[in-house]
Nanobody, 130 residues
């Protein structure tokens, strides 16, 4: 599976930015999709995850630091996962990565958010100025 993220850029604090990640080469619906980020000098951290089906029946998880400000969604017809980021803060500045984890039998989404990802895309830079 190849993942290609796009949509990063420079935005002022309080602004909004949308990221998109397109998957190719696999059966998209069989993958839970996630976003991670890595700020300079810091370890990569979990941002958000969405279950295999997405939509109204899907399950989403968010890091506490972005809960209420970010929204993850997926379009299984277009093999894309998106991250809408609102009320951005300077501390949201980081390289953002999309990642995929193939569904394992019996695995629950709560386990996915702490499990190793199977595929990673190249990151996209998000810079929030104060």
């Amino acid at each position: 599976v190849q993942l290609q993220a796009s949509g990063g850029g420079l935005v002022q604090a309080g602004g909004s930015l949308g990221l998109s990640c397109e998957a190719s080469g696999g059966t998209f619906i069989s993958y839970a999709m996630t976003w991670f980020r890595q700020a300079p000098g810091k370890e990569r951290e979990f941002v958000a995850a969405i279950s295999w089906t997405g939509g109204p029946g899907g399950v989403t998880y968010y890091a506490d630091s972005v809960k209420g400000r970010f929204a993850i969604s997926r379009d299984n017809a277009k093999n894309t996962v998106s991250l809408q980021m609102n009320s951005l803060k300077p501390e949201d500045t980081a390289v953002y990565y999309c990642a995929a984890r193939q569904k394992r039998v019996g695995e629950k989404m709560v386990e996915v958010v702490t499990a190793p990802m199977d595929y990673w895309g190249k990151g996209t830079q998000v810079t929030v100025s104060s």
